[in-house]
């Protein structure tokens, strides 16, 4: 059985927050403890990966999905750039790289008490990981174009 919340017109535009609405979603379901906030976007996403958050949360505050990553980072300062994960000095293979975690916007599972306190995530968390290849996100036509090539396969 599901019920659908619609959301207020204040709340319901490109620019609002996912945690406004779900703090506006607790408001009307005063029974709800845990929310999970599962993004339309991430097509590939499967009932295994909630499964998974929905026995996690019972230990954490929070779960939420991240893909595994690789990367060596860079950022922009001043006009010059800086490695962020990596020492120049001593660059590393990328696959020598610490353990890293990227959030994929996949699914947040969170506590009423933490959402209502303006959060999703905290130290108490947990996460599920994502394989890189389910882990896409639809944000641009490109993204729908390869979505719907992985899905040919």
């Known amino acids: 059985n599901v019920n659908v919340h619609w959301r207020n017109w ?22 709800v403890d845990i929310v999970a ?5 991430s097509p590939f996403l499967r009932k295994e990966y909630l499964e998974q958050a929905r ?27 800086c490695p962020l994960n990596f020492d120049l000095k001593n660059r590393p293979r990328r696959q020598d790289l610490p353990e890293q ?11 009423r008490k933490m959402i209502e306190n303006g959060q999703f995530q905290s130290n108490s968390c947990a996460i599920v990981e994502i394989p890189r290849y389910n882990s896409m996100e639809i944000d641009d036509p490109l993204d729908l174009i390869v979505a719907n090539m992985n899905i040919d396969e």
């Open 55 to 81: 026995r996690t949360i019972e230990k954490f505050e929070c779960v939420f999905s991240v893909t595994r990553s690789f990367e060596l980072l860079w950022r922009r300062a001043n006009g010059t750039l």
């Open 10 to 31: 204040d709340t319901a535009t490109d620019e609002g927050s996912s945690l406004f609405a779900t703090q506006e979603f607790l408001k009307h379901h005063p029974v």
């Open 37 to 41: 906030l599962i993004q339309c976007t």
């Open 101 to 111: 975690f990227v959030e994929n916007g996949m699914f947040y599972f969170a506590s």
